[in-house]
């Protein structure tokens, strides 16, 4: 292994591996382990707790989906709370940030991994396709950090600029690699090929859902140009997704009575990830936006499987989560690649496919025989509908973030956050520089270029 490779791991080693649940925990010394085996570099990538399952919490906080109670801000961090009120100062001095520190974590741990099989010689031809089978996972990892600091510390991609500033990119696992920005456009560029190159090394299914897959790649793949409005790509890939499987959970069939409604790794879990938790995560005062609760009618089995209610009077809990427990599901699901589809289909002239994945999904959402006719919707009216039910199926999943940035570009879709709520003046207007989060204190000072 390299020498800035052995460096970075023995620094990896002394400040990520003091849990309890990697192979590193059975060394007597982890500051002199350094990873080796296939076995260790798959490792590397279920430390789910290390946060190679986890994503980003500041869009959910700074979006329209949640109220949170004076009460509960007061309890949350600087900088959760500064998200919540789009605040430009929103760090403590020397603040590492954790949606950006965390990102860059996966992708820190993703590079370890390929640099390790760059440098291993496989023996057998099974170790030869396992080796590929761990890099494509790494990269699809490597992809999902660098997606998820665009879409909290770059504008939204804009596909008729072609000047953007974008994000660091980081290729390698040296620690005093220089990395500046580059063009957000180059950014898209990397992150698409780090999920194409080698695609077919995955295992079309994972062996559990906290493991890559061809499934998860075209899954991520369908979110990610939904993401950059190129909706010819979405179309494709949202459709070779729902092509390996399609299977949605009929509400009809969930027990009501039970406090956590879904299992943790249901069938319509493709990826399972979650949010990095907060005070906010568990707290009785972390609401559903009444604007977003009013849109579910009586039939909707979401309106009781999602929310509960509060001991305050119009105040709802969200009750039902696709982790199966307390934690916000943050991962790849089927509901979302089939709106994919069916958005991506409407803007491609697609009515009718649109119109059959929306009956679908409804037909699994409403009680049994109660779906609303969707006859007679077309172009714009169709597109309102579907953009309806992705707020209303994928609430509190941080797709929200996402959808917003987007639309924000078509003044006609465009949206207007305040935070009244909370008895405050505080706004967010379209396409403003509240979507953009600064990067955090800590990066800059260890960064000259930004």
């Known amino acids: 292994m390299k020498n800035n490779q052995l460096y970075t791991w023995l620094w990896l080693s002394m400040f990520f591996f003091t849990g309890c649940e990697s192979f590193l925990d059975q060394k007597p010394d982890q500051t002199l382990v350094i990873p080796q085996t296939l076995d260790d570099f798959q490792a590397l990538l279920d430390a789910e707790p290390r946060s190679m399952n986890s994503t980003s919490k500041m869009g959910f906080i700074a979006s329209d989906e949640a109220v949170f109670s004076n009460a509960l801000l007061n309890l949350m961090t600087l900088e959760e709370r500064g998200a919540y009120f789009w605040e430009k100062d929103i760090y403590a001095p020397d603040d590492a940030g954790v949606d950006w520190s965390f990102s860059y974590r996966k992708i820190f741990y993703a590079n370890v991994v390929l640099e390790g099989i760059r440098d291993f010689s496989p023996q057998s031809v099974e170790e030869g396709k396992r080796a590929r ?37 980081r290729k390698d696992a040296d620690i005093n690699a220089s990395s500046p920005k580059v063009n957000l456009k180059e950014v898209y560029v990397f992150i698409l090929e780090d999920l194409t190159d080698d695609i077919e090394a995955l295992p079309l299914f994972p062996e559990i859902a906290t493991r890559p897959s061809r499934w998860a790649a075209e899954a991520l793949l369908s979110r990610i140009y939904l993401s950059i409005q190129d909706y010819e790509k979405a179309f494709e890939h949202s459709g070779k997704a729902l092509k390996i499987k399609n299977k949605l959970l009929d509400y009809n069939d969930l027990d009501k009575s039970l406090r956590y409604k879904f ?14 938790s907060g005070r906010f995560t568990i ?3 972390l609401w559903v936006n009444p604007e977003l609760y009013k849109l579910y009618d009586s039939l909707d089995l979401r ?18 989560k696709y982790t199966g427990d307390a934690n916000l599901f943050t991962g790849l699901a089927t509901d979302e690649v ?23 999904l409804l037909a699994k959402r409403y009680l049994n025989g109660n779906i609303a006719s969707l006859e007679g919707l077309s172009g714009d009216s169709l597109l309102r509908k579907v953009l309806e039910e992705r707020r209303k199926e994928l609430v509190f999943r941080g797709i929200r973030w996402l959808d917003l940035r987007r639309l924000n570009q078509n003044m006609e879709f465009g949206v207007t956050i305040d935070r009244g709520e909370n008895n405050s003046e505080a706004v967010l207007l379209p396409n403003s520089e509240g979507y953009v989060f600064p990067i955090p204190p800590r990066e800059l000072n260890l960064n000259e270029q930004f």
């Open 303 to 320: 309106k009781t499987v999602f929310f509960s209610t509060s001991p305050i009077k119009n105040r709802f809990y969200l009750a039902g």
């Open 263 to 276: 299992a943790r790794f249901h069938e319509e879990v493709i990826h399972y990830d979650k949010m990095y």
């Open 133 to 169: 089978e761990l890099e494509a996972a790494a990269k699809f990892y490597r992809a999902m950090g660098h997606f998820s600091v665009a879409q909290q510390f770059a504008h939204a991609y804009n596909p008729n600029q072609s000047k953007q500033e974008g994000i660091p990119i």
């Open 283 to 285: 707290h009785n005062q």
């Open 338 to 360: 089939l709106l994919d589809h069916a958005e991506s289909a409407v803007r491609l002239g697609y009515d009718q496919i649109a119109v059959e994945d929306l009956t679908y």
